[in-house]
């Protein structure tokens, strides 16, 4: 979820509105389109043990607001910062290796031509003249951003499919975003993914999964890639709307996803098969994206999750 302001629906004591590059705005569940659920059940804790612990230290929380990240295969952890307007490049140290400007910068995924996309202009407010998709080489000295495609607005979580397609999920809009590799949109794709307010989004096989963070319901949804107009709803899990979880962003991690609960810092695995869920981690805070390290020094991606925070951290969750 990009720092729009997560205002967490007003209902459940959430977070104040806050404006810095953009604020995340949650609408009441009856706005929120999307099909019924397969499982409606709050989330008991899982039975793994994990441990928690600091990769990198932030700020002052919200200021020092880091809101999406990514491995590029070749040593390096991608992170957008979207209050310093920077995406910051570290080592499996925890040393901070690069750093280049990007205004606003939202989800970050590595493409399948190895490059890495982020999209700028992250903010829901603005007009779209400023926000698009930037990429990089990440394995360049000194990288430097070029713009693939600009004047999309509203836009926020990016998954990129293997014949290099994009897909964004827009927080206050219907519908999941298509873009082709040459820039131009698919706009029949996206009416049939027609599903309000998505956040994070993760392709796994011929599948979408986005979480949706406008409904208090907190569903997560599967869309079929060839077949956007038979999404569903796999689980909603904030069964009762004044504990809705404002979810964020979500990753495939051992055959389940895991998806960050910005308001009451968790992370929720979900079975996409059934939809059965529980919580894998607590205390964190104000997660914005889970992502599995690959190629990422001797982090283990069949045990461990990172975690950017609003708090301006960078956490790692170890599965035991």
């Known amino acids: 979820m990009a720092i729009r302001g997560r205002a967490r629906a007003a209902a459940a004591g959430v977070l104040s509105a806050l404006l810095v590059a953009g604020a995340h705005t949650p609408v009441a569940a009856s706005e929120a389109q999307v099909p019924a659920a397969s499982v409606t059940t709050a989330p ?3 039975t793994q043990r994990v441990s928690v612990e600091v990769f990198r230290e932030g700020g002052v929380p919200l ?3 880091r809101e999406n990240l990514e491995f590029d295969g070749h040593g390096t952890l991608w992170v957008a910062h979207i209050t310093k ?3 910051e490049g570290y080592a499996p140290d925890g040393t901070l290796k690069a750093t280049f ?3 606003g910068p939202g989800g970050i995924r590595r493409g399948p031509d190895g490059q890495m996309y982020v999209n700028f202009g992250v903010n829901p407010l603005t007009s779209g003249s400023g926000s698009g998709i930037m990429r990089f080489d990440p394995t360049a000295a000194r990288p430097k951003p070029e713009k693939v495609v600009d004047g999309l607005s509203g836009i926020n979580g990016l998954a990129i499919d293997s014949a290099g397609n994009f897909y964004l999920s827009r927080e206050l809009a219907t519908g999941v975003l298509k873009i082709r590799p040459d820039g131009t949109k698919d706009e029949q794709w ?3 993914a027609s599903v309000f307010g998505t956040n994070g989004l ?6 979408l999964y986005a979480s949706v963070i406008t409904s208090t319901a907190s569903p997560v949804v599967r869309i079929p890639l060839n077949d956007p107009a038979h999404h569903t709803t796999v689980t909603e899990l904030s069964p009762n709307p004044l504990d809705t979880k404002v979810l964020d962003d979500l990753t495939s991690f051992g055959g389940d996803l895991v998806v960050a609960g910005f308001r009451d810092g968790e992370l929720i695995r979900v079975d996409p098969k059934t939809g059965r869920s529980c919580v894998l981690a607590t205390g964190l805070r104000m997660p914005t994206s889970v992502r599995v ?4 020094g001797d982090h283990d991606p069949r045990r461990e999750l990172f ?14």
Not at 293 to 296: E, Q, S, T, V
């Open 307 to 320: 975690v950017a925070e609003a708090s301006g951290r960078i956490v790692k969750v170890t599965v035991r």
């Open 63 to 65: 200021l020092d607001w």
């Open 101 to 103: 400007p990007v205004n």
């Open 202 to 207: 993760q392709i796994v096989g011929d599948q």
């Open 85 to 87: 307007h920077r995406v």
């Open 44 to 46: 008991e804790p899982c």
């Open 190 to 192: 996206t009416r049939g």
């Open 293 to 296: 390290p690959r190629g990422f």
